[in-house]
């Protein structure tokens, strides 16, 4: 099947979804390892205060897509360069961290735990609550006593490696090179919206959503903005063997690789991709899923948190039923 007929098909869950009014617009396209590629925008890019509409090159807040899209090939890229191991401490690189207590779990845990959520820190803390100092709040991040939980998919993972990621390159996130096609804000003429947000007061729109990444002024968890054709393009050069790709290709548990998740039963790539498909979504309501084996990738952006995330917007089934139609030939 012809990559504009795969979209075509696709395409009705996410037009369903927005003739419901359950999110105000989304992106849908996909793109084989030759390039060829379709995409499609519907909806709206922001609805208050004023409405606009979504169009192909919406530029979307990519939330935790910035943990594979940026993060992951950073890390990946110094310990093929030789520069850090991963399966040594993070203290390799931050050897202040939990600096009074030597002996504590923390400072055991190596890069490439991080990188598959293999550690025992929390899922998600409010950081941005402690105060607005960015240097204060990497030095909280340091020297907090991290309460040991069970293995989950954690923020605190990946805001230490982007911590790792700022010593190592001697520049803070925002002045590193978010890579071909990405930033680190977005003009909001251009942007869809995300929240009506409480703490800062107003909509959020072109600058990051997330309230830590926001406060730290940067992070390795969240912050890349991205169009559809920017986020297809990296996809592309995974099928086509970027440099990090084997890696993350490589299972470090039976849900993730390094970075990404794996097939399981209930993942957000839906029941019907291969064994050899990769993915990862974003809390705004970003999706990025790669199929190695059909040698097709496709993604999912939506602004479902506009004008608020207190609203159940179906996100869940509206990706995996993208991803049944998609993988469905």
Not at 110 to 115: A, G, M, N, V
Not at 152 to 158: K, L, M, Q
Request: net charge neutral; aromatic share 8%.
């Amino acid at each position: 099947m012809s990559v504009d007929a795969t979209l075509d098909k696709a395409f009705a869950p996410l037009q369903a979804a927005v003739d419901a009014k359950r999110i105000p617009g989304g992106v849908l396209g996909v793109v084989d390892a030759k390039g060829v590629r379709a995409v499609r925008a519907i909806g709206s890019a922001q609805l208050v205060p004023e409405q606009r509409p979504m169009t192909d090159g919406t530029w979307f807040d990519l939330a935790s897509l910035s943990k594979v899209l940026f993060t992951t090939p950073r890390i990946l890229a110094l310990a093929a360069a030789g520069r850090i191991d991963l399966d040594a401490p993070l203290v390799s690189a931050l050897p202040d961290f939990r600096q009074y207590n030597p002996d504590n779990w923390e400072r055991k845990v190596t890069f490439r735990q991080c990188l598959g959520h293999q550690t025992p820190f929390p899922g998600v803390v409010p950081i941005y609550t402690y105060g607005s100092d960015p240097n204060l709040l990497r030095a909280w991040v340091l020297q907090h006593e991290w309460v040991a939980g069970p293995a989950v998919y954690s923020d605190i993972n990946f805001i230490l490696l982007g911590i790792a990621l700022e010593r190592l390159t001697g520049k803070p996130i925002r002045q590193q090179d978010p890579g071909p096609g990405f930033a680190w804000s977005a003009d909001p003429a251009h942007a869809a919206a995300t929240e009506q947000d409480p703490w800062r007061g107003r909509v959020v729109v072109g600058e990051v959503h997330d309230e830590n990444c926001y406060a730290l002024q940067g992070s390795g968890h969240a912050g890349l903005f991205g169009t559809a054709a920017s986020v297809l393009d990296y996809a592309q050069r995974l099928l086509n063997g970027a440099p990090e790709t084997e890696l993350v290709r490589a299972p470090l548990s039976t849900k993730r690789t390094h970075g990404w998740e794996r097939p399981y039963d209930g993942w957000s790539g839906g029941d019907r991709c291969s064994p050899e498909t990769i993915g990862h979504t974003g809390f705004t309501g970003t999706g990025l899923w790669v199929d190695f084996a059909r040698g097709r990738a496709w993604t999912l952006l939506t602004n479902r948190v506009h004008p608020t995330r207190h609203f159940d917007s179906g996100i869940i089934a509206l990706r995996r039923a993208v991803g049944d139609l998609i993988n469905g030939d």
